[in-house]
């Protein structure tokens, strides 16, 4: 073998020569802090967000030809790029040469808000392009796939690439020959108002064109290198591994014989997240990157030929011209577009991992595995019992494929790990419909492929009917038993999935059968065959109808314009930075946290000296260090910044290490060694509390009418529960901070990624002991947030200074996603028991509500999220009699604490469930009840706040309008009627979300405007940048108010230094308050300009500013604003806490699978009262972002704790937000006309939080859908549906003979995977 010294490839066309490559590092972290492009952004470091994504080029000596392809950076090894061109978004285009046309128009069709994830959404469409310059809507979804966004709901990212398409618009799937720019979504007529009446958010006529001769060539010296360069064996020797690239087959097998440890390393997504999450260390990595014979593709007479080195993107291309619909179905949803291009055949077939999508298919499809061993050339069975010996060079599938089939469930519909997936073969030989082979395999049930041998083997002989179907159930159910304990959890739903799918293959096979022998094989009943079909899959996009402007309003008037997010451009070109994207400062220290691993338990020992020992490892940060000033007490309670004495939850904050590096610190926090003695009692669920009697305080009460004496009237009384999970954040951005010490007078600035810099520098200022006019805490921009970067990033940012007063040097410290998750955690889980008596016409005249939320081990804003939970249950309805209490249940989980929405989400979904019981009740529709118990006109609310409901009502009726309520509800009937697997469910929620924050003081802001002589203006305000656009509606003000154009006006950021006590920004007040505080600065200045601009009025701001100076008249002001009066009493129970309500409705489609739980969004339609917009493209984002979030948080996002309350669902693979592929087919926002709210900026109304309630109008569609298979099935009693309603939760619940069939555990019997907390 023989070495090479250097790595050589290009990143945006520049050569990069790497002598001392670590074979460590991957791409992202070396483009990130050794090359300071720090546009391609950390999201979660396993592949599984795609804020990393960068396109690959590579050229091929042999074919000439080039490819190009999406990767993700995080999981790239930098020596597998030798002879590779790298782009970046930098590499694409930026504001300093030119920006390219997908940034252009991601940014300009409102694409982006926080902008964390649009560097990888950029990446991942410019590379689509490259390929196909005018790709069809498909290709578009398809690309995007692998790409997460938190907060713009994806819709506006769609527009923007559609752009694109050669028949912008268009489904471009005609479905019966219709398009579906020609017929109505389910032959109803479409959005009738949709964009024809309104005007668009952005116009494409401005857009510049795309000119893929202006893209960057793949570099010539790479060409040349891979021409010319003589090839051999690199090898790449660091500290701790060798990496070994043999060029021939030789040499692989040479390098394997010597180094059998040593993984083949090809796309490294299986080998890399081993490394990175699960402690795996290979000292030597073979990667046979370059061996032509890896990549062969041949055609025989027989089968197809693959080598085991193809990516999957590039069999998934190979097979689409072949018959293997089954694995093409497979590898269209297999991961994201990144992963499919970077992960190879062989990998994936060797890696054998349990829930793999193509083995079960491979195992049953008479496949053969071609293995390069040092004995011999071996052919195997492509379902590996064991790892190889060898290297796997290639894979042969024969033709015969047409009773081949795959199924597959996961948590989503893309991107999504399988639950089970499964591989079925049957071969009917001459004898016709007699089965002479069998085969059955399943992914997602057992350690790796499971295949139903003995099964098969006793079905063979056996006429493919009814009888046969029985049998094989049983026999299936048999063999692959899964214990109630079995890792994954959800032992129910896969036993039932592994009969489910199995009767979906006869089904399909049946029908093949009928067409070839109609005679013998009558087939199904047409109601039978909807199981056949896949959910309603079409590409149709959403429309917005917003206020149009008043005609009156001056042209150069910014407000109520749909103006484009200030830092829109600089968010798709990767230029806008966020607190991790801050230069690497002289001598600047790394901290990591070690955490707590049990959920209670006394430490008994901290072993630090092994962490100590390592390289790199500075100090350590105890207790001790933190001299005597271990707490903070933001609600009341004082929270434990560090523990080490008895910890209540895992993920407890311990100690940290401080190192010079983030790898030695990460690398150190592991080998602090705890010892513990687990305490009793462990209290983890919400119903462990409650017998434990384990709350933060007391009660929380409201009671309003006299409850008793209600009931002792009605015609009816319902009892009932609901149980709703909890939310992970999922900031794209994960918590992130820098202390940098001044270097005198104690001083210190501190850049963190908060929505209370205010917070941190106070708790900074304590833990250091040092007045707050020493810290100054700054906040260019956060990258998402949702209430997750308050309280406990002050705990971290406490810390992380310390090491500082003994070292003082800057201190940064970037959590991992994984710690992320761990630490911080997030929306509360919540219990709601009710109890209603209503009249047998639905009215509800008295209801009796408990919640309970889990509020993890520290107090946090638990019992504010209770009170705010109890002040909005009511939502839209009035409710004559009526009695709320709260209680905040004190667990061993991490603390839970603020999220879009506080308490209003888990509130309103009890309300709604309990109204969608009682229509059951009734036999009424629930939007009837919900219409029948609303408030109407001018009303109370239980606190005795004044309400006037004319625009809920208004809202309400436009929205049954719009969505043709009524006509779709008997569509949805018909549909119901005529589909026995399939059920298709309509429903309408209302939505009052009163906004202010209880207290006048809290929602006081300040803000700081300065003219410079120049004529140009800076504003400073309290608010935080964390993609809501607040920086660009408070230019918008200052644009109004000064009447000068918003290119005069810049915002730099927030800082402590500029506007000094400012509020937490949230509860959806942040534009509003702070607005109205610049509103009032700007106005001051311009009452002090007044008289000089009426004496030159003809001349510029330069000039005014000047004579201003010269007058000696200030050019700077702050402005202020008090706060809304706001008050509460819980003892009379009345008060006046909130400042408006927003109203709105929402009204969903949904179409679910009864066999396996999928469903699919099909259309929403939302109306929103949202007074005069301010900027109807940043409303029309936060609105159907939120809606997103909500629809999640309803239906996919599940976090799963083991029973000793250790959180699993730590990443992007295991827990799922919303994909491209869950918006609704079809999502149609209109607002009401303006209306006047006298108090507000502008009579707007705060949109950031209401739309997030909206999303249980999916909850309720698919509740309908599901009662709808049940009622067909005889199952008339309640239906309790709890959220998230999972895939596992649909199909449990729509009982069949399937689900009878299943074993079933007896509770108590085993200890279970995972606990519903
Ligand atoms: C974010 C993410 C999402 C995913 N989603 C899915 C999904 O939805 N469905 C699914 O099925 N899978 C999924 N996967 C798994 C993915 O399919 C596998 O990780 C991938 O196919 C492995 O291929 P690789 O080339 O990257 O393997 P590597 O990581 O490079 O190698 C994996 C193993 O294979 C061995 N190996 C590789 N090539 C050879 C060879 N030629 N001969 C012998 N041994 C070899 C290596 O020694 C190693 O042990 C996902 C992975 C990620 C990271
Ligand atoms: S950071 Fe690479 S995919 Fe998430
Ligand atoms: S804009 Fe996509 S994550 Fe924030």
């Given at each position: ?377 071996l052919f195997l069975p492509p379902f590996l019992s064991e790892e190889p010996g060898g290297a796997v060079l290639k894979m042969t599938i024969l033709y015969d494929w047409e009773f081949v089939s795959a199924f597959r469930q996961a948590q989503r519909q893309q991107n999504a790990l ?342 941190i520098q106070d708790i900074v200022a304590a833990t250091l002991k040092v007045p707050a006019n020493k810290i100054m805490c700054h906040v260019k921009r956060v990258g998402g947030a949702f209430g997750g970067k308050v309280t406990k990033t002050g705990i971290m940012a406490a810390i ?512 279970p995977w995972n606990i519903p907390v």
């Open positions: 073998m023989d070495g090479a010294a250097e790595l050589v490839f290009c990143v945006n066309g520049r050569k990069v020569i790497e002598k001392n490559v670590d074979p460590e590092t991957m791409l992202l972290p070396y483009l990130r802090k050794k090359l300071q492009l720090t546009g391609t952004k950390y999201g979660c470091g396993g592949g599984g967000c795609g804020a990393c994504t960068v396109m690959i080029s590579r050229y091929n000596p042999i074919t000439k030809r080039i490819r190009h392809y999406p990767a993700n950076a995080c999981l790239l090894p930098i020596c597998s790029l030798h002879g590779a061109a790298v782009t970046t978004v930098e590499g694409v285009g930026s504001t300093k040469a030119r920006i390219h046309p997908v940034q252009e128009r991601i940014a300009k069709c409102h694409g982006t808000q926080c902008g964390f994830c649009t560097p990888g959404m950029v990446m991942s469409i410019y590379t689509l392009l490259r390929n196909h310059p005018e790709p069809t809507l498909d290709q578009l979804t398809d690309a995007l796939g692998g790409n997460l966004c938190r907060c713009t709901g994806y819709r506006p990212i769609i527009d923007a690439c559609k752009t694109f398409c050669k028949t912008s618009g268009c489904c471009q799937s005609k479905e019966n020959g219709v398009c579906c720019l020609d017929q109505g979504i389910n032959e109803l007529p479409e959005f009738e108002e949709g964009n024809k009446t309104s005007p668009k958010l952005f116009s494409e006529e401005e857009f510049l064109p795309l000119d893929p001769t202006q893209e960057l060539i793949f570099p010539p010296e790479l060409m040349i290198m891979a021409e010319k360069q003589p090839q051999r064996t690199r090898v790449f020797v660091g500290d701790r591994m060798t990496w070994i690239s043999p060029v021939t087959l030789k040499e692989l097998l040479e390098a394997k014989v010597k180094y059998p440890q040593a993984p083949i390393v090809m796309g490294n997504t299986s080998v890399g997240p081993e490394v990175r999450f699960k402690g795996a260390f290979h000292p030597v990595i073979i990667s046979p990157e370059c061996i032509e014979e890896l990549s062969v593709v041949n055609h025989a007479d027989d089968g197809l030929t693959l080598g085991a080195g193809l990516s999957l993107a590039q069999v998934k291309e190979i097979l689409k011209t072949q018959t293997y619909h089954a694995l093409l179905k497979h590898l269209g949803t297999l991961a994201g577009c990144q992963i499919r291009n970077m992960a190879s055949l062989g990998g994936h077939i060797v890696s054998r991992h349990l829930d793999s999508d193509l083995n079960p298919l491979l195992a049953v499809g008479n496949c053969t595995l071609n293995l390069l061993s040092k004995v011999n050339l399988a639950i089970v997936n499964s591989g079925m073969r049957v071969f009917f030989g001459e004898g016709g419909g007699i089965i002479r082979e069998l085969s059955i395999a399943y992914g997602g049930v057992g350690p790796t492929t499971i295949c139903a041998k003995n099964s098969c083997q006793k079905l063979i002989g056996r006429p493919w009917n009814e009888e046969m179907l029985d049998a094989a159930c049983r026999l299936i159910l048999d063999e692959v038993s899964l214990p109630g304990w079995a890792p994954g959890g959800k032992v129910e739903f896969k036993r039932t999935l592994l009969i489910s799918f199995f009767f979906k293959f006869y089904l399909k096979v049946s029908q093949i059968l009928k067409t070839m022998d109609p005679v013998r094989y009558p087939g199904l009943a047409d109601k039978y065959e909807s199981a056949l079909e896949d959910l309603h899959s079409r590409n149709h996009w959403g429309t917005s109808k917003y206020q149009v402007g008043n005609p009156k309003q001056l042209p150069q008037d910014p407000i109520g314009r749909p103006i484009m997010h200030l830092s829109g451009i600089k968010h798709t070109t990767g230029e806008a930075i966020y607190c991790d994207d801050m230069p690497v400062l002289d001598g600047e220290l790394f901290l990591a946290f070690v955490t707590s691993s049990r959920a209670h338990a006394e430490i008994v020992s901290i072993d630090l000296s092994e962490a100590l020992s390592l390289p790199g490892v500075v100090d350590i940060v105890t207790e001790e260090d933190l001299r005597g000033v271990n707490s903070f007490g933001l609600f009341g309670e004082p929270e434990k910044l560090l523990e080490t004495q008895e910890v209540s939850c895992v993920g407890q904050l311990v100690c940290a290490v401080v190192a010079d590096s983030e790898v030695q610190a990460k690398r150190a926090a592991k080998r602090v060694k705890i010892v513990y003695q687990d305490l009793e009692p462990v209290i983890l669920t919400i119903e462990e509390a409650i017998r434990h009697h384990s709350f933060f305080q007391g009660e929380r009460k409201l009671e309003y009418g006299n409850v008793d004496e209600a009931f002792k009237v009605v015609d009816q009384i319902l009892e009932g529960e609901i149980h709703m999970g909890g939310q992970e954040h999922f900031y794209m951005e994960t918590q992130s901070m820098l202390a940098v010490p001044k270097g005198e007078d104690q001083e210190m600035d501190v850049y963190v990624s908060s929505q209370f810099p205010k917070y992380t200074p310390s090491p500082h007063l003994l070292h003082g040097c800057p201190v940064r410290c970037i959590l991992e996603r994984g710690e992320d998750m761990l630490i911080t955690g997030g929306r509360h889980p919540y219990l709601g028991k009710y109890k209603a008596g209503f009249m047998n016409d639905g009215r509800i005249l008295a209801l009796d509500v408990e919640h309970y939320c889990n509020g993890g081990s520290t107090l946090d804003e638990s019992l504010f999220v209770i009170e705010i939970g109890l002040l909005k249950v009511d939502n839209a309805y009035k409710f004559p009699n009526l009695r709320f209490r709260g209680w905040a249940c004190r667990t061993n989980l991490p603390s839970n604490t603020a999220l879009r929405g506080f308490g209003f989400p888990q509130s309103g979904l009890i309300t709604e469930n309990c109204i969608t019981e009682v229509a059951a009740k009734c036999g009424l529709s629930p939007e009837k009840v919900r219409m029948m118990n609303m408030y109407k006109e001018i009303d109370q609310t239980p606190y005795k706040q004044e309400i006037d409901a004319t625009n809920l009502i208004q809202c309400w009726k436009e929205c049954m309008a719009t969505s043709s309520y009524s006509l779709r509800k008997v569509a949805v009937e018909k549909f119901n009627s005529e589909n026995y697997w399939k059920k298709k469910g309509l429903a309408m929620v209302p939505l009052k979300f009163p906004v202010g924050v209880l207290s006048t003081a809290a929602a006081q802001a300040a803000a700081l405007v300065h003219i410079y002589l120049d004529g140009s203006v800076l504003v400073t305000h309290g608010g935080i940048e964390m993609g809501q656009g607040v920086h660009t509606k408070m230019i918008q003000v200052a644009s109004r108010e000064l009447r000068m154009p918003m290119s005069n006006v810049h915002l730099r950021g927030t800082s402590t230094e500029t506007v000094p006590n400012a509020n937490v920004s949230g509860g959806s007040l942040v534009a509003d308050l702070n607005g109205l505080a610049v509103k009032d600065a700007c106005q001051t200045l311009l009452k002090r300009l007044e008289p000089i601009i009426s004496k030159n009025p003809k001349g510029t701001w330069k000039d005014w500013a000047q004579a201003a100076f010269d007058e000696s008249i200030s050019l700077s002001a702050t402005g202020y604003f008090r706060g809304y009066e706001s008050h509460m009493n819980w003892e009379t129970g009345e008060g006046h806490p909130f400042e408006y309500f927003v109203f709105g409705a929402a009204c969903s489609e949904v179409e679910i699978d009864c066999l396996t739980g999928a469903h699919k969004n099909i259309r929403t339609d939302i109306v929103m009262d949202i007074g005069h917009s301010i900027n109807p493209a940043l409303d029309v984002g936060q609105i159907e972002g939120a809606f997103i979030q909500g629809m999640g948080l309803y239906t996919i996002e599940e976090l799963k704790y083991s029973p000793q309350g250790v959180l699993y669902t730590r990443g992007p693979d295991q827990y799922k937000i919303p994909a491209v592929s869950d918006v609704p087919t079809e999502l149609h926002v209109s607002f009401l006309p303006p209306s006047q709210n006298s108090n507000t900026l502008y009579s707007s109304k705060g949109l950031g939080e209401p739309g997030v309630f909206l999303g249980c109008s999916v909850f309720f569609a698919i509740h309908d859908a599901v009662r709808a298979a049940r009622q067909e099935r005889g199952l008339l009693g309640p239906l309790k549906l709890d959220s998230p309603l999972t895939p596992e939760k649909i199909r449990m619940a729509c009982e069949d003979k399937f689900t009878k069939m299943i074993p079933r555990d007896e509770p108590g019997s085993y200890v």
